[in-house]
């Protein structure tokens, strides 16, 4: 049975005609305010976005059954999928401890690192996340500047023989091995066009790196990207709701000259 995340996504998306994921990266040394921020920022600007993703500025001060699921609880009244920035890269046994502590806490999602591999890598996450239905995102080029050392390499791959991207060789296993959808850094246009000749319509590009990152978001639109990851622009801006409206306006209109 194919999981379900990818059509929760598809019908939030078309729900509020957003295509932005919120990064809701609220930082403060006082856990107490980045609950109240999170809970705040979230009330003013769901209207524009079709997804939440939580990272470590939340899941370490707050606790991920403590505030973190307080916060998911809210998304869930609002019909707003969420997803862990956790990049789960560790060995199965941990792997799997990992997803199912995330989707029990009430994730819809998470983030995972291809870097380990299939079998006692990845694999046990794929499997808790067809149990309990939900989803698993691989990174597959990242946004920052040294993404090329890690993500661009030209790598021998034993089985074809060949030197290839290592990217191209994760975008085919997001593909093999059935995810949900790829990162891939919206700063890097050329690599979301490459990754999405490969990917089609059937794994989809989520690009953070918009913004504060440099990334262009017509560019990114244009050359693949289905969700567009934001979060300093929105969260540290004057105005969260106006910022997220623009962004998810600029998105729509560069969807249409598509
Ligand atoms: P911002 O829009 O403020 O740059 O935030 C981007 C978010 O996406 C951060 O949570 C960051 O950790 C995450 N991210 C990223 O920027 N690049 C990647 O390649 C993968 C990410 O998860």
């Known amino acids: 049975m194919p999981r379900r ?3 929760l996504m598809e019908e939030s998306e078309r729900k509020r005609d957003s295509r932005i994921v919120l990064a809701l ?7 107490e305010r980045i609950l109240l921020k999170s809970m705040s920022i979230i009330d003013r600007v769901n209207e524009y976005i079709c997804a939440i993703k939580i990272n470590f500025h939340l899941i370490l001060p707050l606790g991920l059954f403590g505030g973190v699921r307080k916060i998911l609880e ?3 009244e609002l019909g707003l999928p969420t997803i862990a920035d956790c990049k789960a890269n560790d060995i199965g046994s941990t792997n ?3 997803a199912e502590n995330y989707f029990r806490a009430g994730f819809d999602a998470l983030i995972a690192n291809p870097f380990v591999g299939w079998e006692d890598g990845l694999q046990p996450i794929f499997e808790v996340a067809d149990k309990m ?3 698993v995102i691989l990174l597959t080029y990242m946004s920052h500047k040294a993404s090329s050392e890690g993500y661009g390499q030209n790598v021998y791959e034993a089985i074809s023989g060949k030197i290839r991207p290592q990217y191209v060789i994760f975008a085919e296993k997001s593909l093999l091995w059935g995810a949900d959808g790829v990162i891939v850094g919206a700063t890097y246009p050329e690599r ?3 990754i999405y000749n490969i990917l089609g319509d059937s794994v989809p590009i989520y690009s953070p790196g918009v913004g504060a990152q440099g990334g262009d978001i017509r560019m990114a639109v244009l050359s693949g990207s289905r969700y567009l990851i934001v979060g300093r622009s929105i ?3 004057d105005d969260p709701s106006k910022s997220a409206r623009s962004i ?5 209109e560069a969807r249409k000259s598509d």
């Open 96 to 98: 799997r401890l990992i």
């Open 74 to 76: 809210r998304a869930r």
């Open 133 to 135: 239905e939900r989803g």
């Open 248 to 252: 998810r306006d600029i998105v729509n």
């Open 5 to 7: 995340f990818k059509s």
């Open 235 to 237: 969260i540290e801006a």
């Open 192 to 194: 979301i066009r490459g």
């Open 25 to 31: 990266d609220v930082v403060d040394e006082d856990p």
